[in-house]
């Protein structure tokens, strides 16, 4: 399991002298962490970890905000939209399990832990990784069922979309645990500060040579093929429907463009998750099957960076251009706002009255002394001093008012326009 952690000549240290070696046996394992050796610049490494940082605030606030949004309109989800949570679950898994591992080894210019974390990071790498994969697969073979074949992929339910994504972990699960299982291995990266697949064991393993070719064909070459089949069958399906659509506007013509949106969104995510992992597959295949040693480590590091980049698309893109997602968003944004504001205000939100509190202009110059509550008003408080409009984002807020009896007559007096003595009397 572990032979992928082996240094090669050249990264492995010189062999120290007899005392070290004493040394080390006594502190136990402290120098594992020196067979992971930065095989770039620093230069490199602090230039991967600051984008590194980047993605990683970018992906866990995008993510974090999509699935918000999407809890809380869980009522009204559509059964497709089901896949677009899960894949923010993955990139979200993705951006907790492996950047703050990545980061600081970046930095250091040096993988900061143990073979034990090491083989953490790899297999939530595979496991976050064809997850994603496997969930726009299934993604846009459920857009083309729903878009070509309608008749089918109306009686498509929530029930069958939560099956199907069972299914997805299941099978990202399979080839994650496969070299926990000894049908290959996992291993330091060739740049020297991340964990992936050990791509030099099949050069001389059969069993990692085969878990390679089962990884290509069945995570990259039938998944990609699938995506790109289902998505022109949809492209020709919407082309030859289009001017039926724009003849007929009915509530079904409606629903088809709603499905025309999802197809968009989701074809977007899928060409921005392929060209983010295509190029790691080249390399990784690169090295696989060619000469490892011709392989540039910087090459590996750049297709790393390009593929974490795949956890900022699904966000981006439902949050930024589907309309449900974002009015959604909005009315949260504005809700959190103006309790934000209320809370800042030191007032309490309340529902506005049916009846105006705006004060009376009236003189009290002639006020009696008999005052009672307004029985039709509800209490005012003032408006809030720090808020500068009603409109601006805090609340209007009603000022408590009197009823003032002049002789046979009454008039309505805000609290605050009465003299000190009435105010105390009324209080």
């Given at each position: 399991?572990?032979?992928?952690?082996?240094?090669?000549?050249?990264?492995?240290?010189?062999?120290?002298?007899?005392?070290?070696?004493?040394?080390?046996?006594?502190?136990?394992?402290?120098?594992?962490?020196?067979?992971?050796?930065?095989?770039?610049?620093?230069?490199?490494?602090?230039?991967?970890?600051?984008?590194?940082?980047?993605?990683?605030?970018?992906?866990?606030?995008?993510?974090?905000?999509?699935?918000?949004?999407?809890?809380?309109?869980?009522?009204?989800?559509?059964?497709a939209e089901f896949f677009v949570v899960n894949?923010?679950?993955?990139?979200?898994?993705?951006?907790?399990?492996?950047?703050?591992?990545?980061?600081?080894?970046?930095?250091?210019?040096?993988?900061?832990?143990?073979?034990?974390?090491?083989?953490?990071?790899?297999?939530?790498?595979?496991?976050?990784?064809?997850?994603?994969?496997?969930?726009?697969?299934?993604?846009s073979s459920v857009c083309c069922l729903k878009?070509?074949?309608?008749?089918?992929?109306?009686?498509?339910?929530?029930?069958?979309?939560?099956?199907?994504?069972?299914?997805?972990?299941?099978?990202?699960?399979?080839?994650?645990?496969?070299?926990?299982?000894?049908?290959?291995?996992?291993?330091?990266?060739?740049?020297?500060?991340?964990?992936?697949?050990?791509?030099?064991?099949?050069?001389?393993?059969?069993?990692?040579?085969?878990?390679?070719?089962?990884?290509?064909?069945?995570?990259?070459?039938?998944?990609?093929?699938?995506?790109?089949?289902?998505?022109?069958?949809?492209?020709?399906?919407?082309?030859?429907?289009?001017?039926?659509?724009?003849?007929?506007?009915?509530?079904?013509?409606?629903?088809?463009?709603?499905?025309?949106?999802?197809?968009?969104?989701?074809?977007?995510?899928?060409?921005?998750?392929?060209?983010?992992?295509?190029?790691?597959?080249?390399?990784?295949?690169?090295?696989?099957?060619?000469?490892?040693?011709?392989?540039?480590?910087?090459?590996?590091?750049?297709?790393?960076?390009?593929?974490?980049?795949?956890?900022?698309?699904?966000?981006?893109?439902?949050?930024?251009?589907?309309?449900?997602?974002?009015?959604?968003?909005?009315?949260?944004?504005?809700?959190?706002?103006?309790?934000?504001?209320?809370?800042?205000?030191?007032?309490?939100?309340?529902?506005?009255?049916?009846?105006?509190?705006?004060?009376?202009?009236?003189?009290?110059?002639?006020?009696?002394?008999?005052?009672?509550?307004?029985?039709?008003?509800?209490?005012?408080?003032?408006?809030?001093?720090?808020?500068?409009?009603?409109?601006?984002?805090?609340?209007?807020?009603?000022?408590?008012?009197?009823?003032?009896?002049?002789?046979?007559?009454?008039?309505?007096?805000?609290?605050?326009?009465l003299s000190n003595e009435l105010q105390s009397?009324?209080?």
């Amino acid at each position: 399991m572990f032979r992928g952690f082996e240094a090669t000549e050249s990264q492995r240290p010189q062999d120290p002298a007899p005392e070290a070696v004493n040394l080390n046996l006594m502190m136990g394992n402290a120098s594992d962490t020196a067979i992971f050796i930065s095989n770039i610049s620093k230069e490199n490494d602090f230039l991967m970890g600051s984008i590194y940082a980047i993605f990683g605030v970018l992906s866990l606030l995008g993510n974090s905000i999509l699935l918000f949004v999407a809890y809380r309109k869980k009522s009204t989800l559509k059964p497709a939209e089901f896949f677009v949570v899960n894949l923010s679950i993955s990139d979200l898994g993705m951006t907790i399990t492996l950047f703050p591992l990545a980061i600081p080894s970046a930095f250091a210019h040096k993988w900061l832990f143990d073979e034990l974390t090491c083989l953490y990071y790899a297999f939530c790498g595979v496991l976050f990784g064809l997850s994603s994969l496997t969930n726009l697969t299934v993604l846009s073979s459920v857009c083309c069922l729903k878009v070509c074949y309608p008749h089918y992929g109306n009686k498509f339910s929530s029930a069958h979309a939560c099956l199907l994504v069972v299914g997805v972990w299941c099978y990202a699960s399979i080839f994650a645990v496969g070299p926990l299982a000894q049908w290959g291995h996992y291993g330091p990266e060739p740049y020297g500060t991340a964990c992936c697949i050990n791509w030099e064991a099949p050069n001389h393993e059969l069993s990692a040579m085969t878990y390679i070719v089962c990884l290509f064909l069945f995570c990259y070459v039938v998944p990609c093929s699938i995506i790109f089949v289902s998505y022109i069958f949809i492209l020709l399906t919407v082309r030859g429907s289009r001017q039926a659509v724009q003849q007929h506007v009915s509530p079904q013509n409606k629903t088809a463009n709603a499905h025309t949106l999802i197809v968009k969104l989701s074809v977007a995510v899928c060409i921005g998750f392929l060209m983010a992992w295509s190029p790691y597959a080249v390399v990784a295949m690169w090295a696989a099957f060619g000469d490892y040693e011709t392989v540039p480590p910087m090459a590996f590091a750049l297709a790393a960076i390009f593929a974490k980049s795949s956890t900022l698309y699904n966000p981006m893109v439902y949050l930024v251009f589907k309309p449900n997602f974002r009015k959604s968003l909005c009315r949260d944004a504005a809700q959190c706002r103006r309790r934000l504001c209320a809370c800042l205000c030191g007032c309490e939100a309340r529902p506005a009255p049916k009846s105006s509190c705006t004060p009376s202009q009236r003189s009290n110059k002639e006020v009696s002394n008999s005052t009672r509550l307004s029985n039709g008003l509800p209490e005012c408080h003032g408006t809030c001093r720090h808020c500068p409009e009603t409109g601006a984002g805090c609340p209007a807020t009603p000022q408590r008012t009197a009823r003032i009896m002049t002789g046979s007559t009454h008039s309505e007096v805000a609290v605050s326009q009465l003299s000190n003595e009435l105010q105390s009397d009324f209080l």
